[in-house]
């Protein structure tokens, strides 16, 4: 990994933390992922929202490649 990668996952668990500060727990997912976007946003980082992810019938084999 680069130094930039771990800034930038660094960067997200912090909004990731802050957002379950503000909220807690126990909320619907969908808040949790609205907040995140807001968060993500207000910190000029940066994403994509649920994006597709194709996987062969043998996943496990994906998840070895990565």
């Known amino acids: 990994m680069t130094r930039q990668e771990y800034v930038d996952i660094y960067d997200f668990v912090g909004a990731a933390q ?3 500060k ?3 727990r126990g ?3 969908a808040v949790y992922q609205e907040a ?3 968060e993500l ?3 000029g980082m940066s994403f994509e929202r649920e994006k ?3 996987l062969q ?3 496990k084999d ?3 490649e990565v």
Request: charged residues 25%.
């Open 52 to 54: 597709h992810l194709q």
């Open 41 to 43: 946003k207000t910190r």
């Open 27 to 29: 909320m619907n997912e």
């Open 62 to 64: 994906y998840i070895d």
């Open 36 to 38: 995140l976007a807001i």
């Open 18 to 20: 802050e957002v379950h």
């Open 22 to 24: 503000v909220l807690g």
């Open 57 to 59: 019938e043998n996943y």
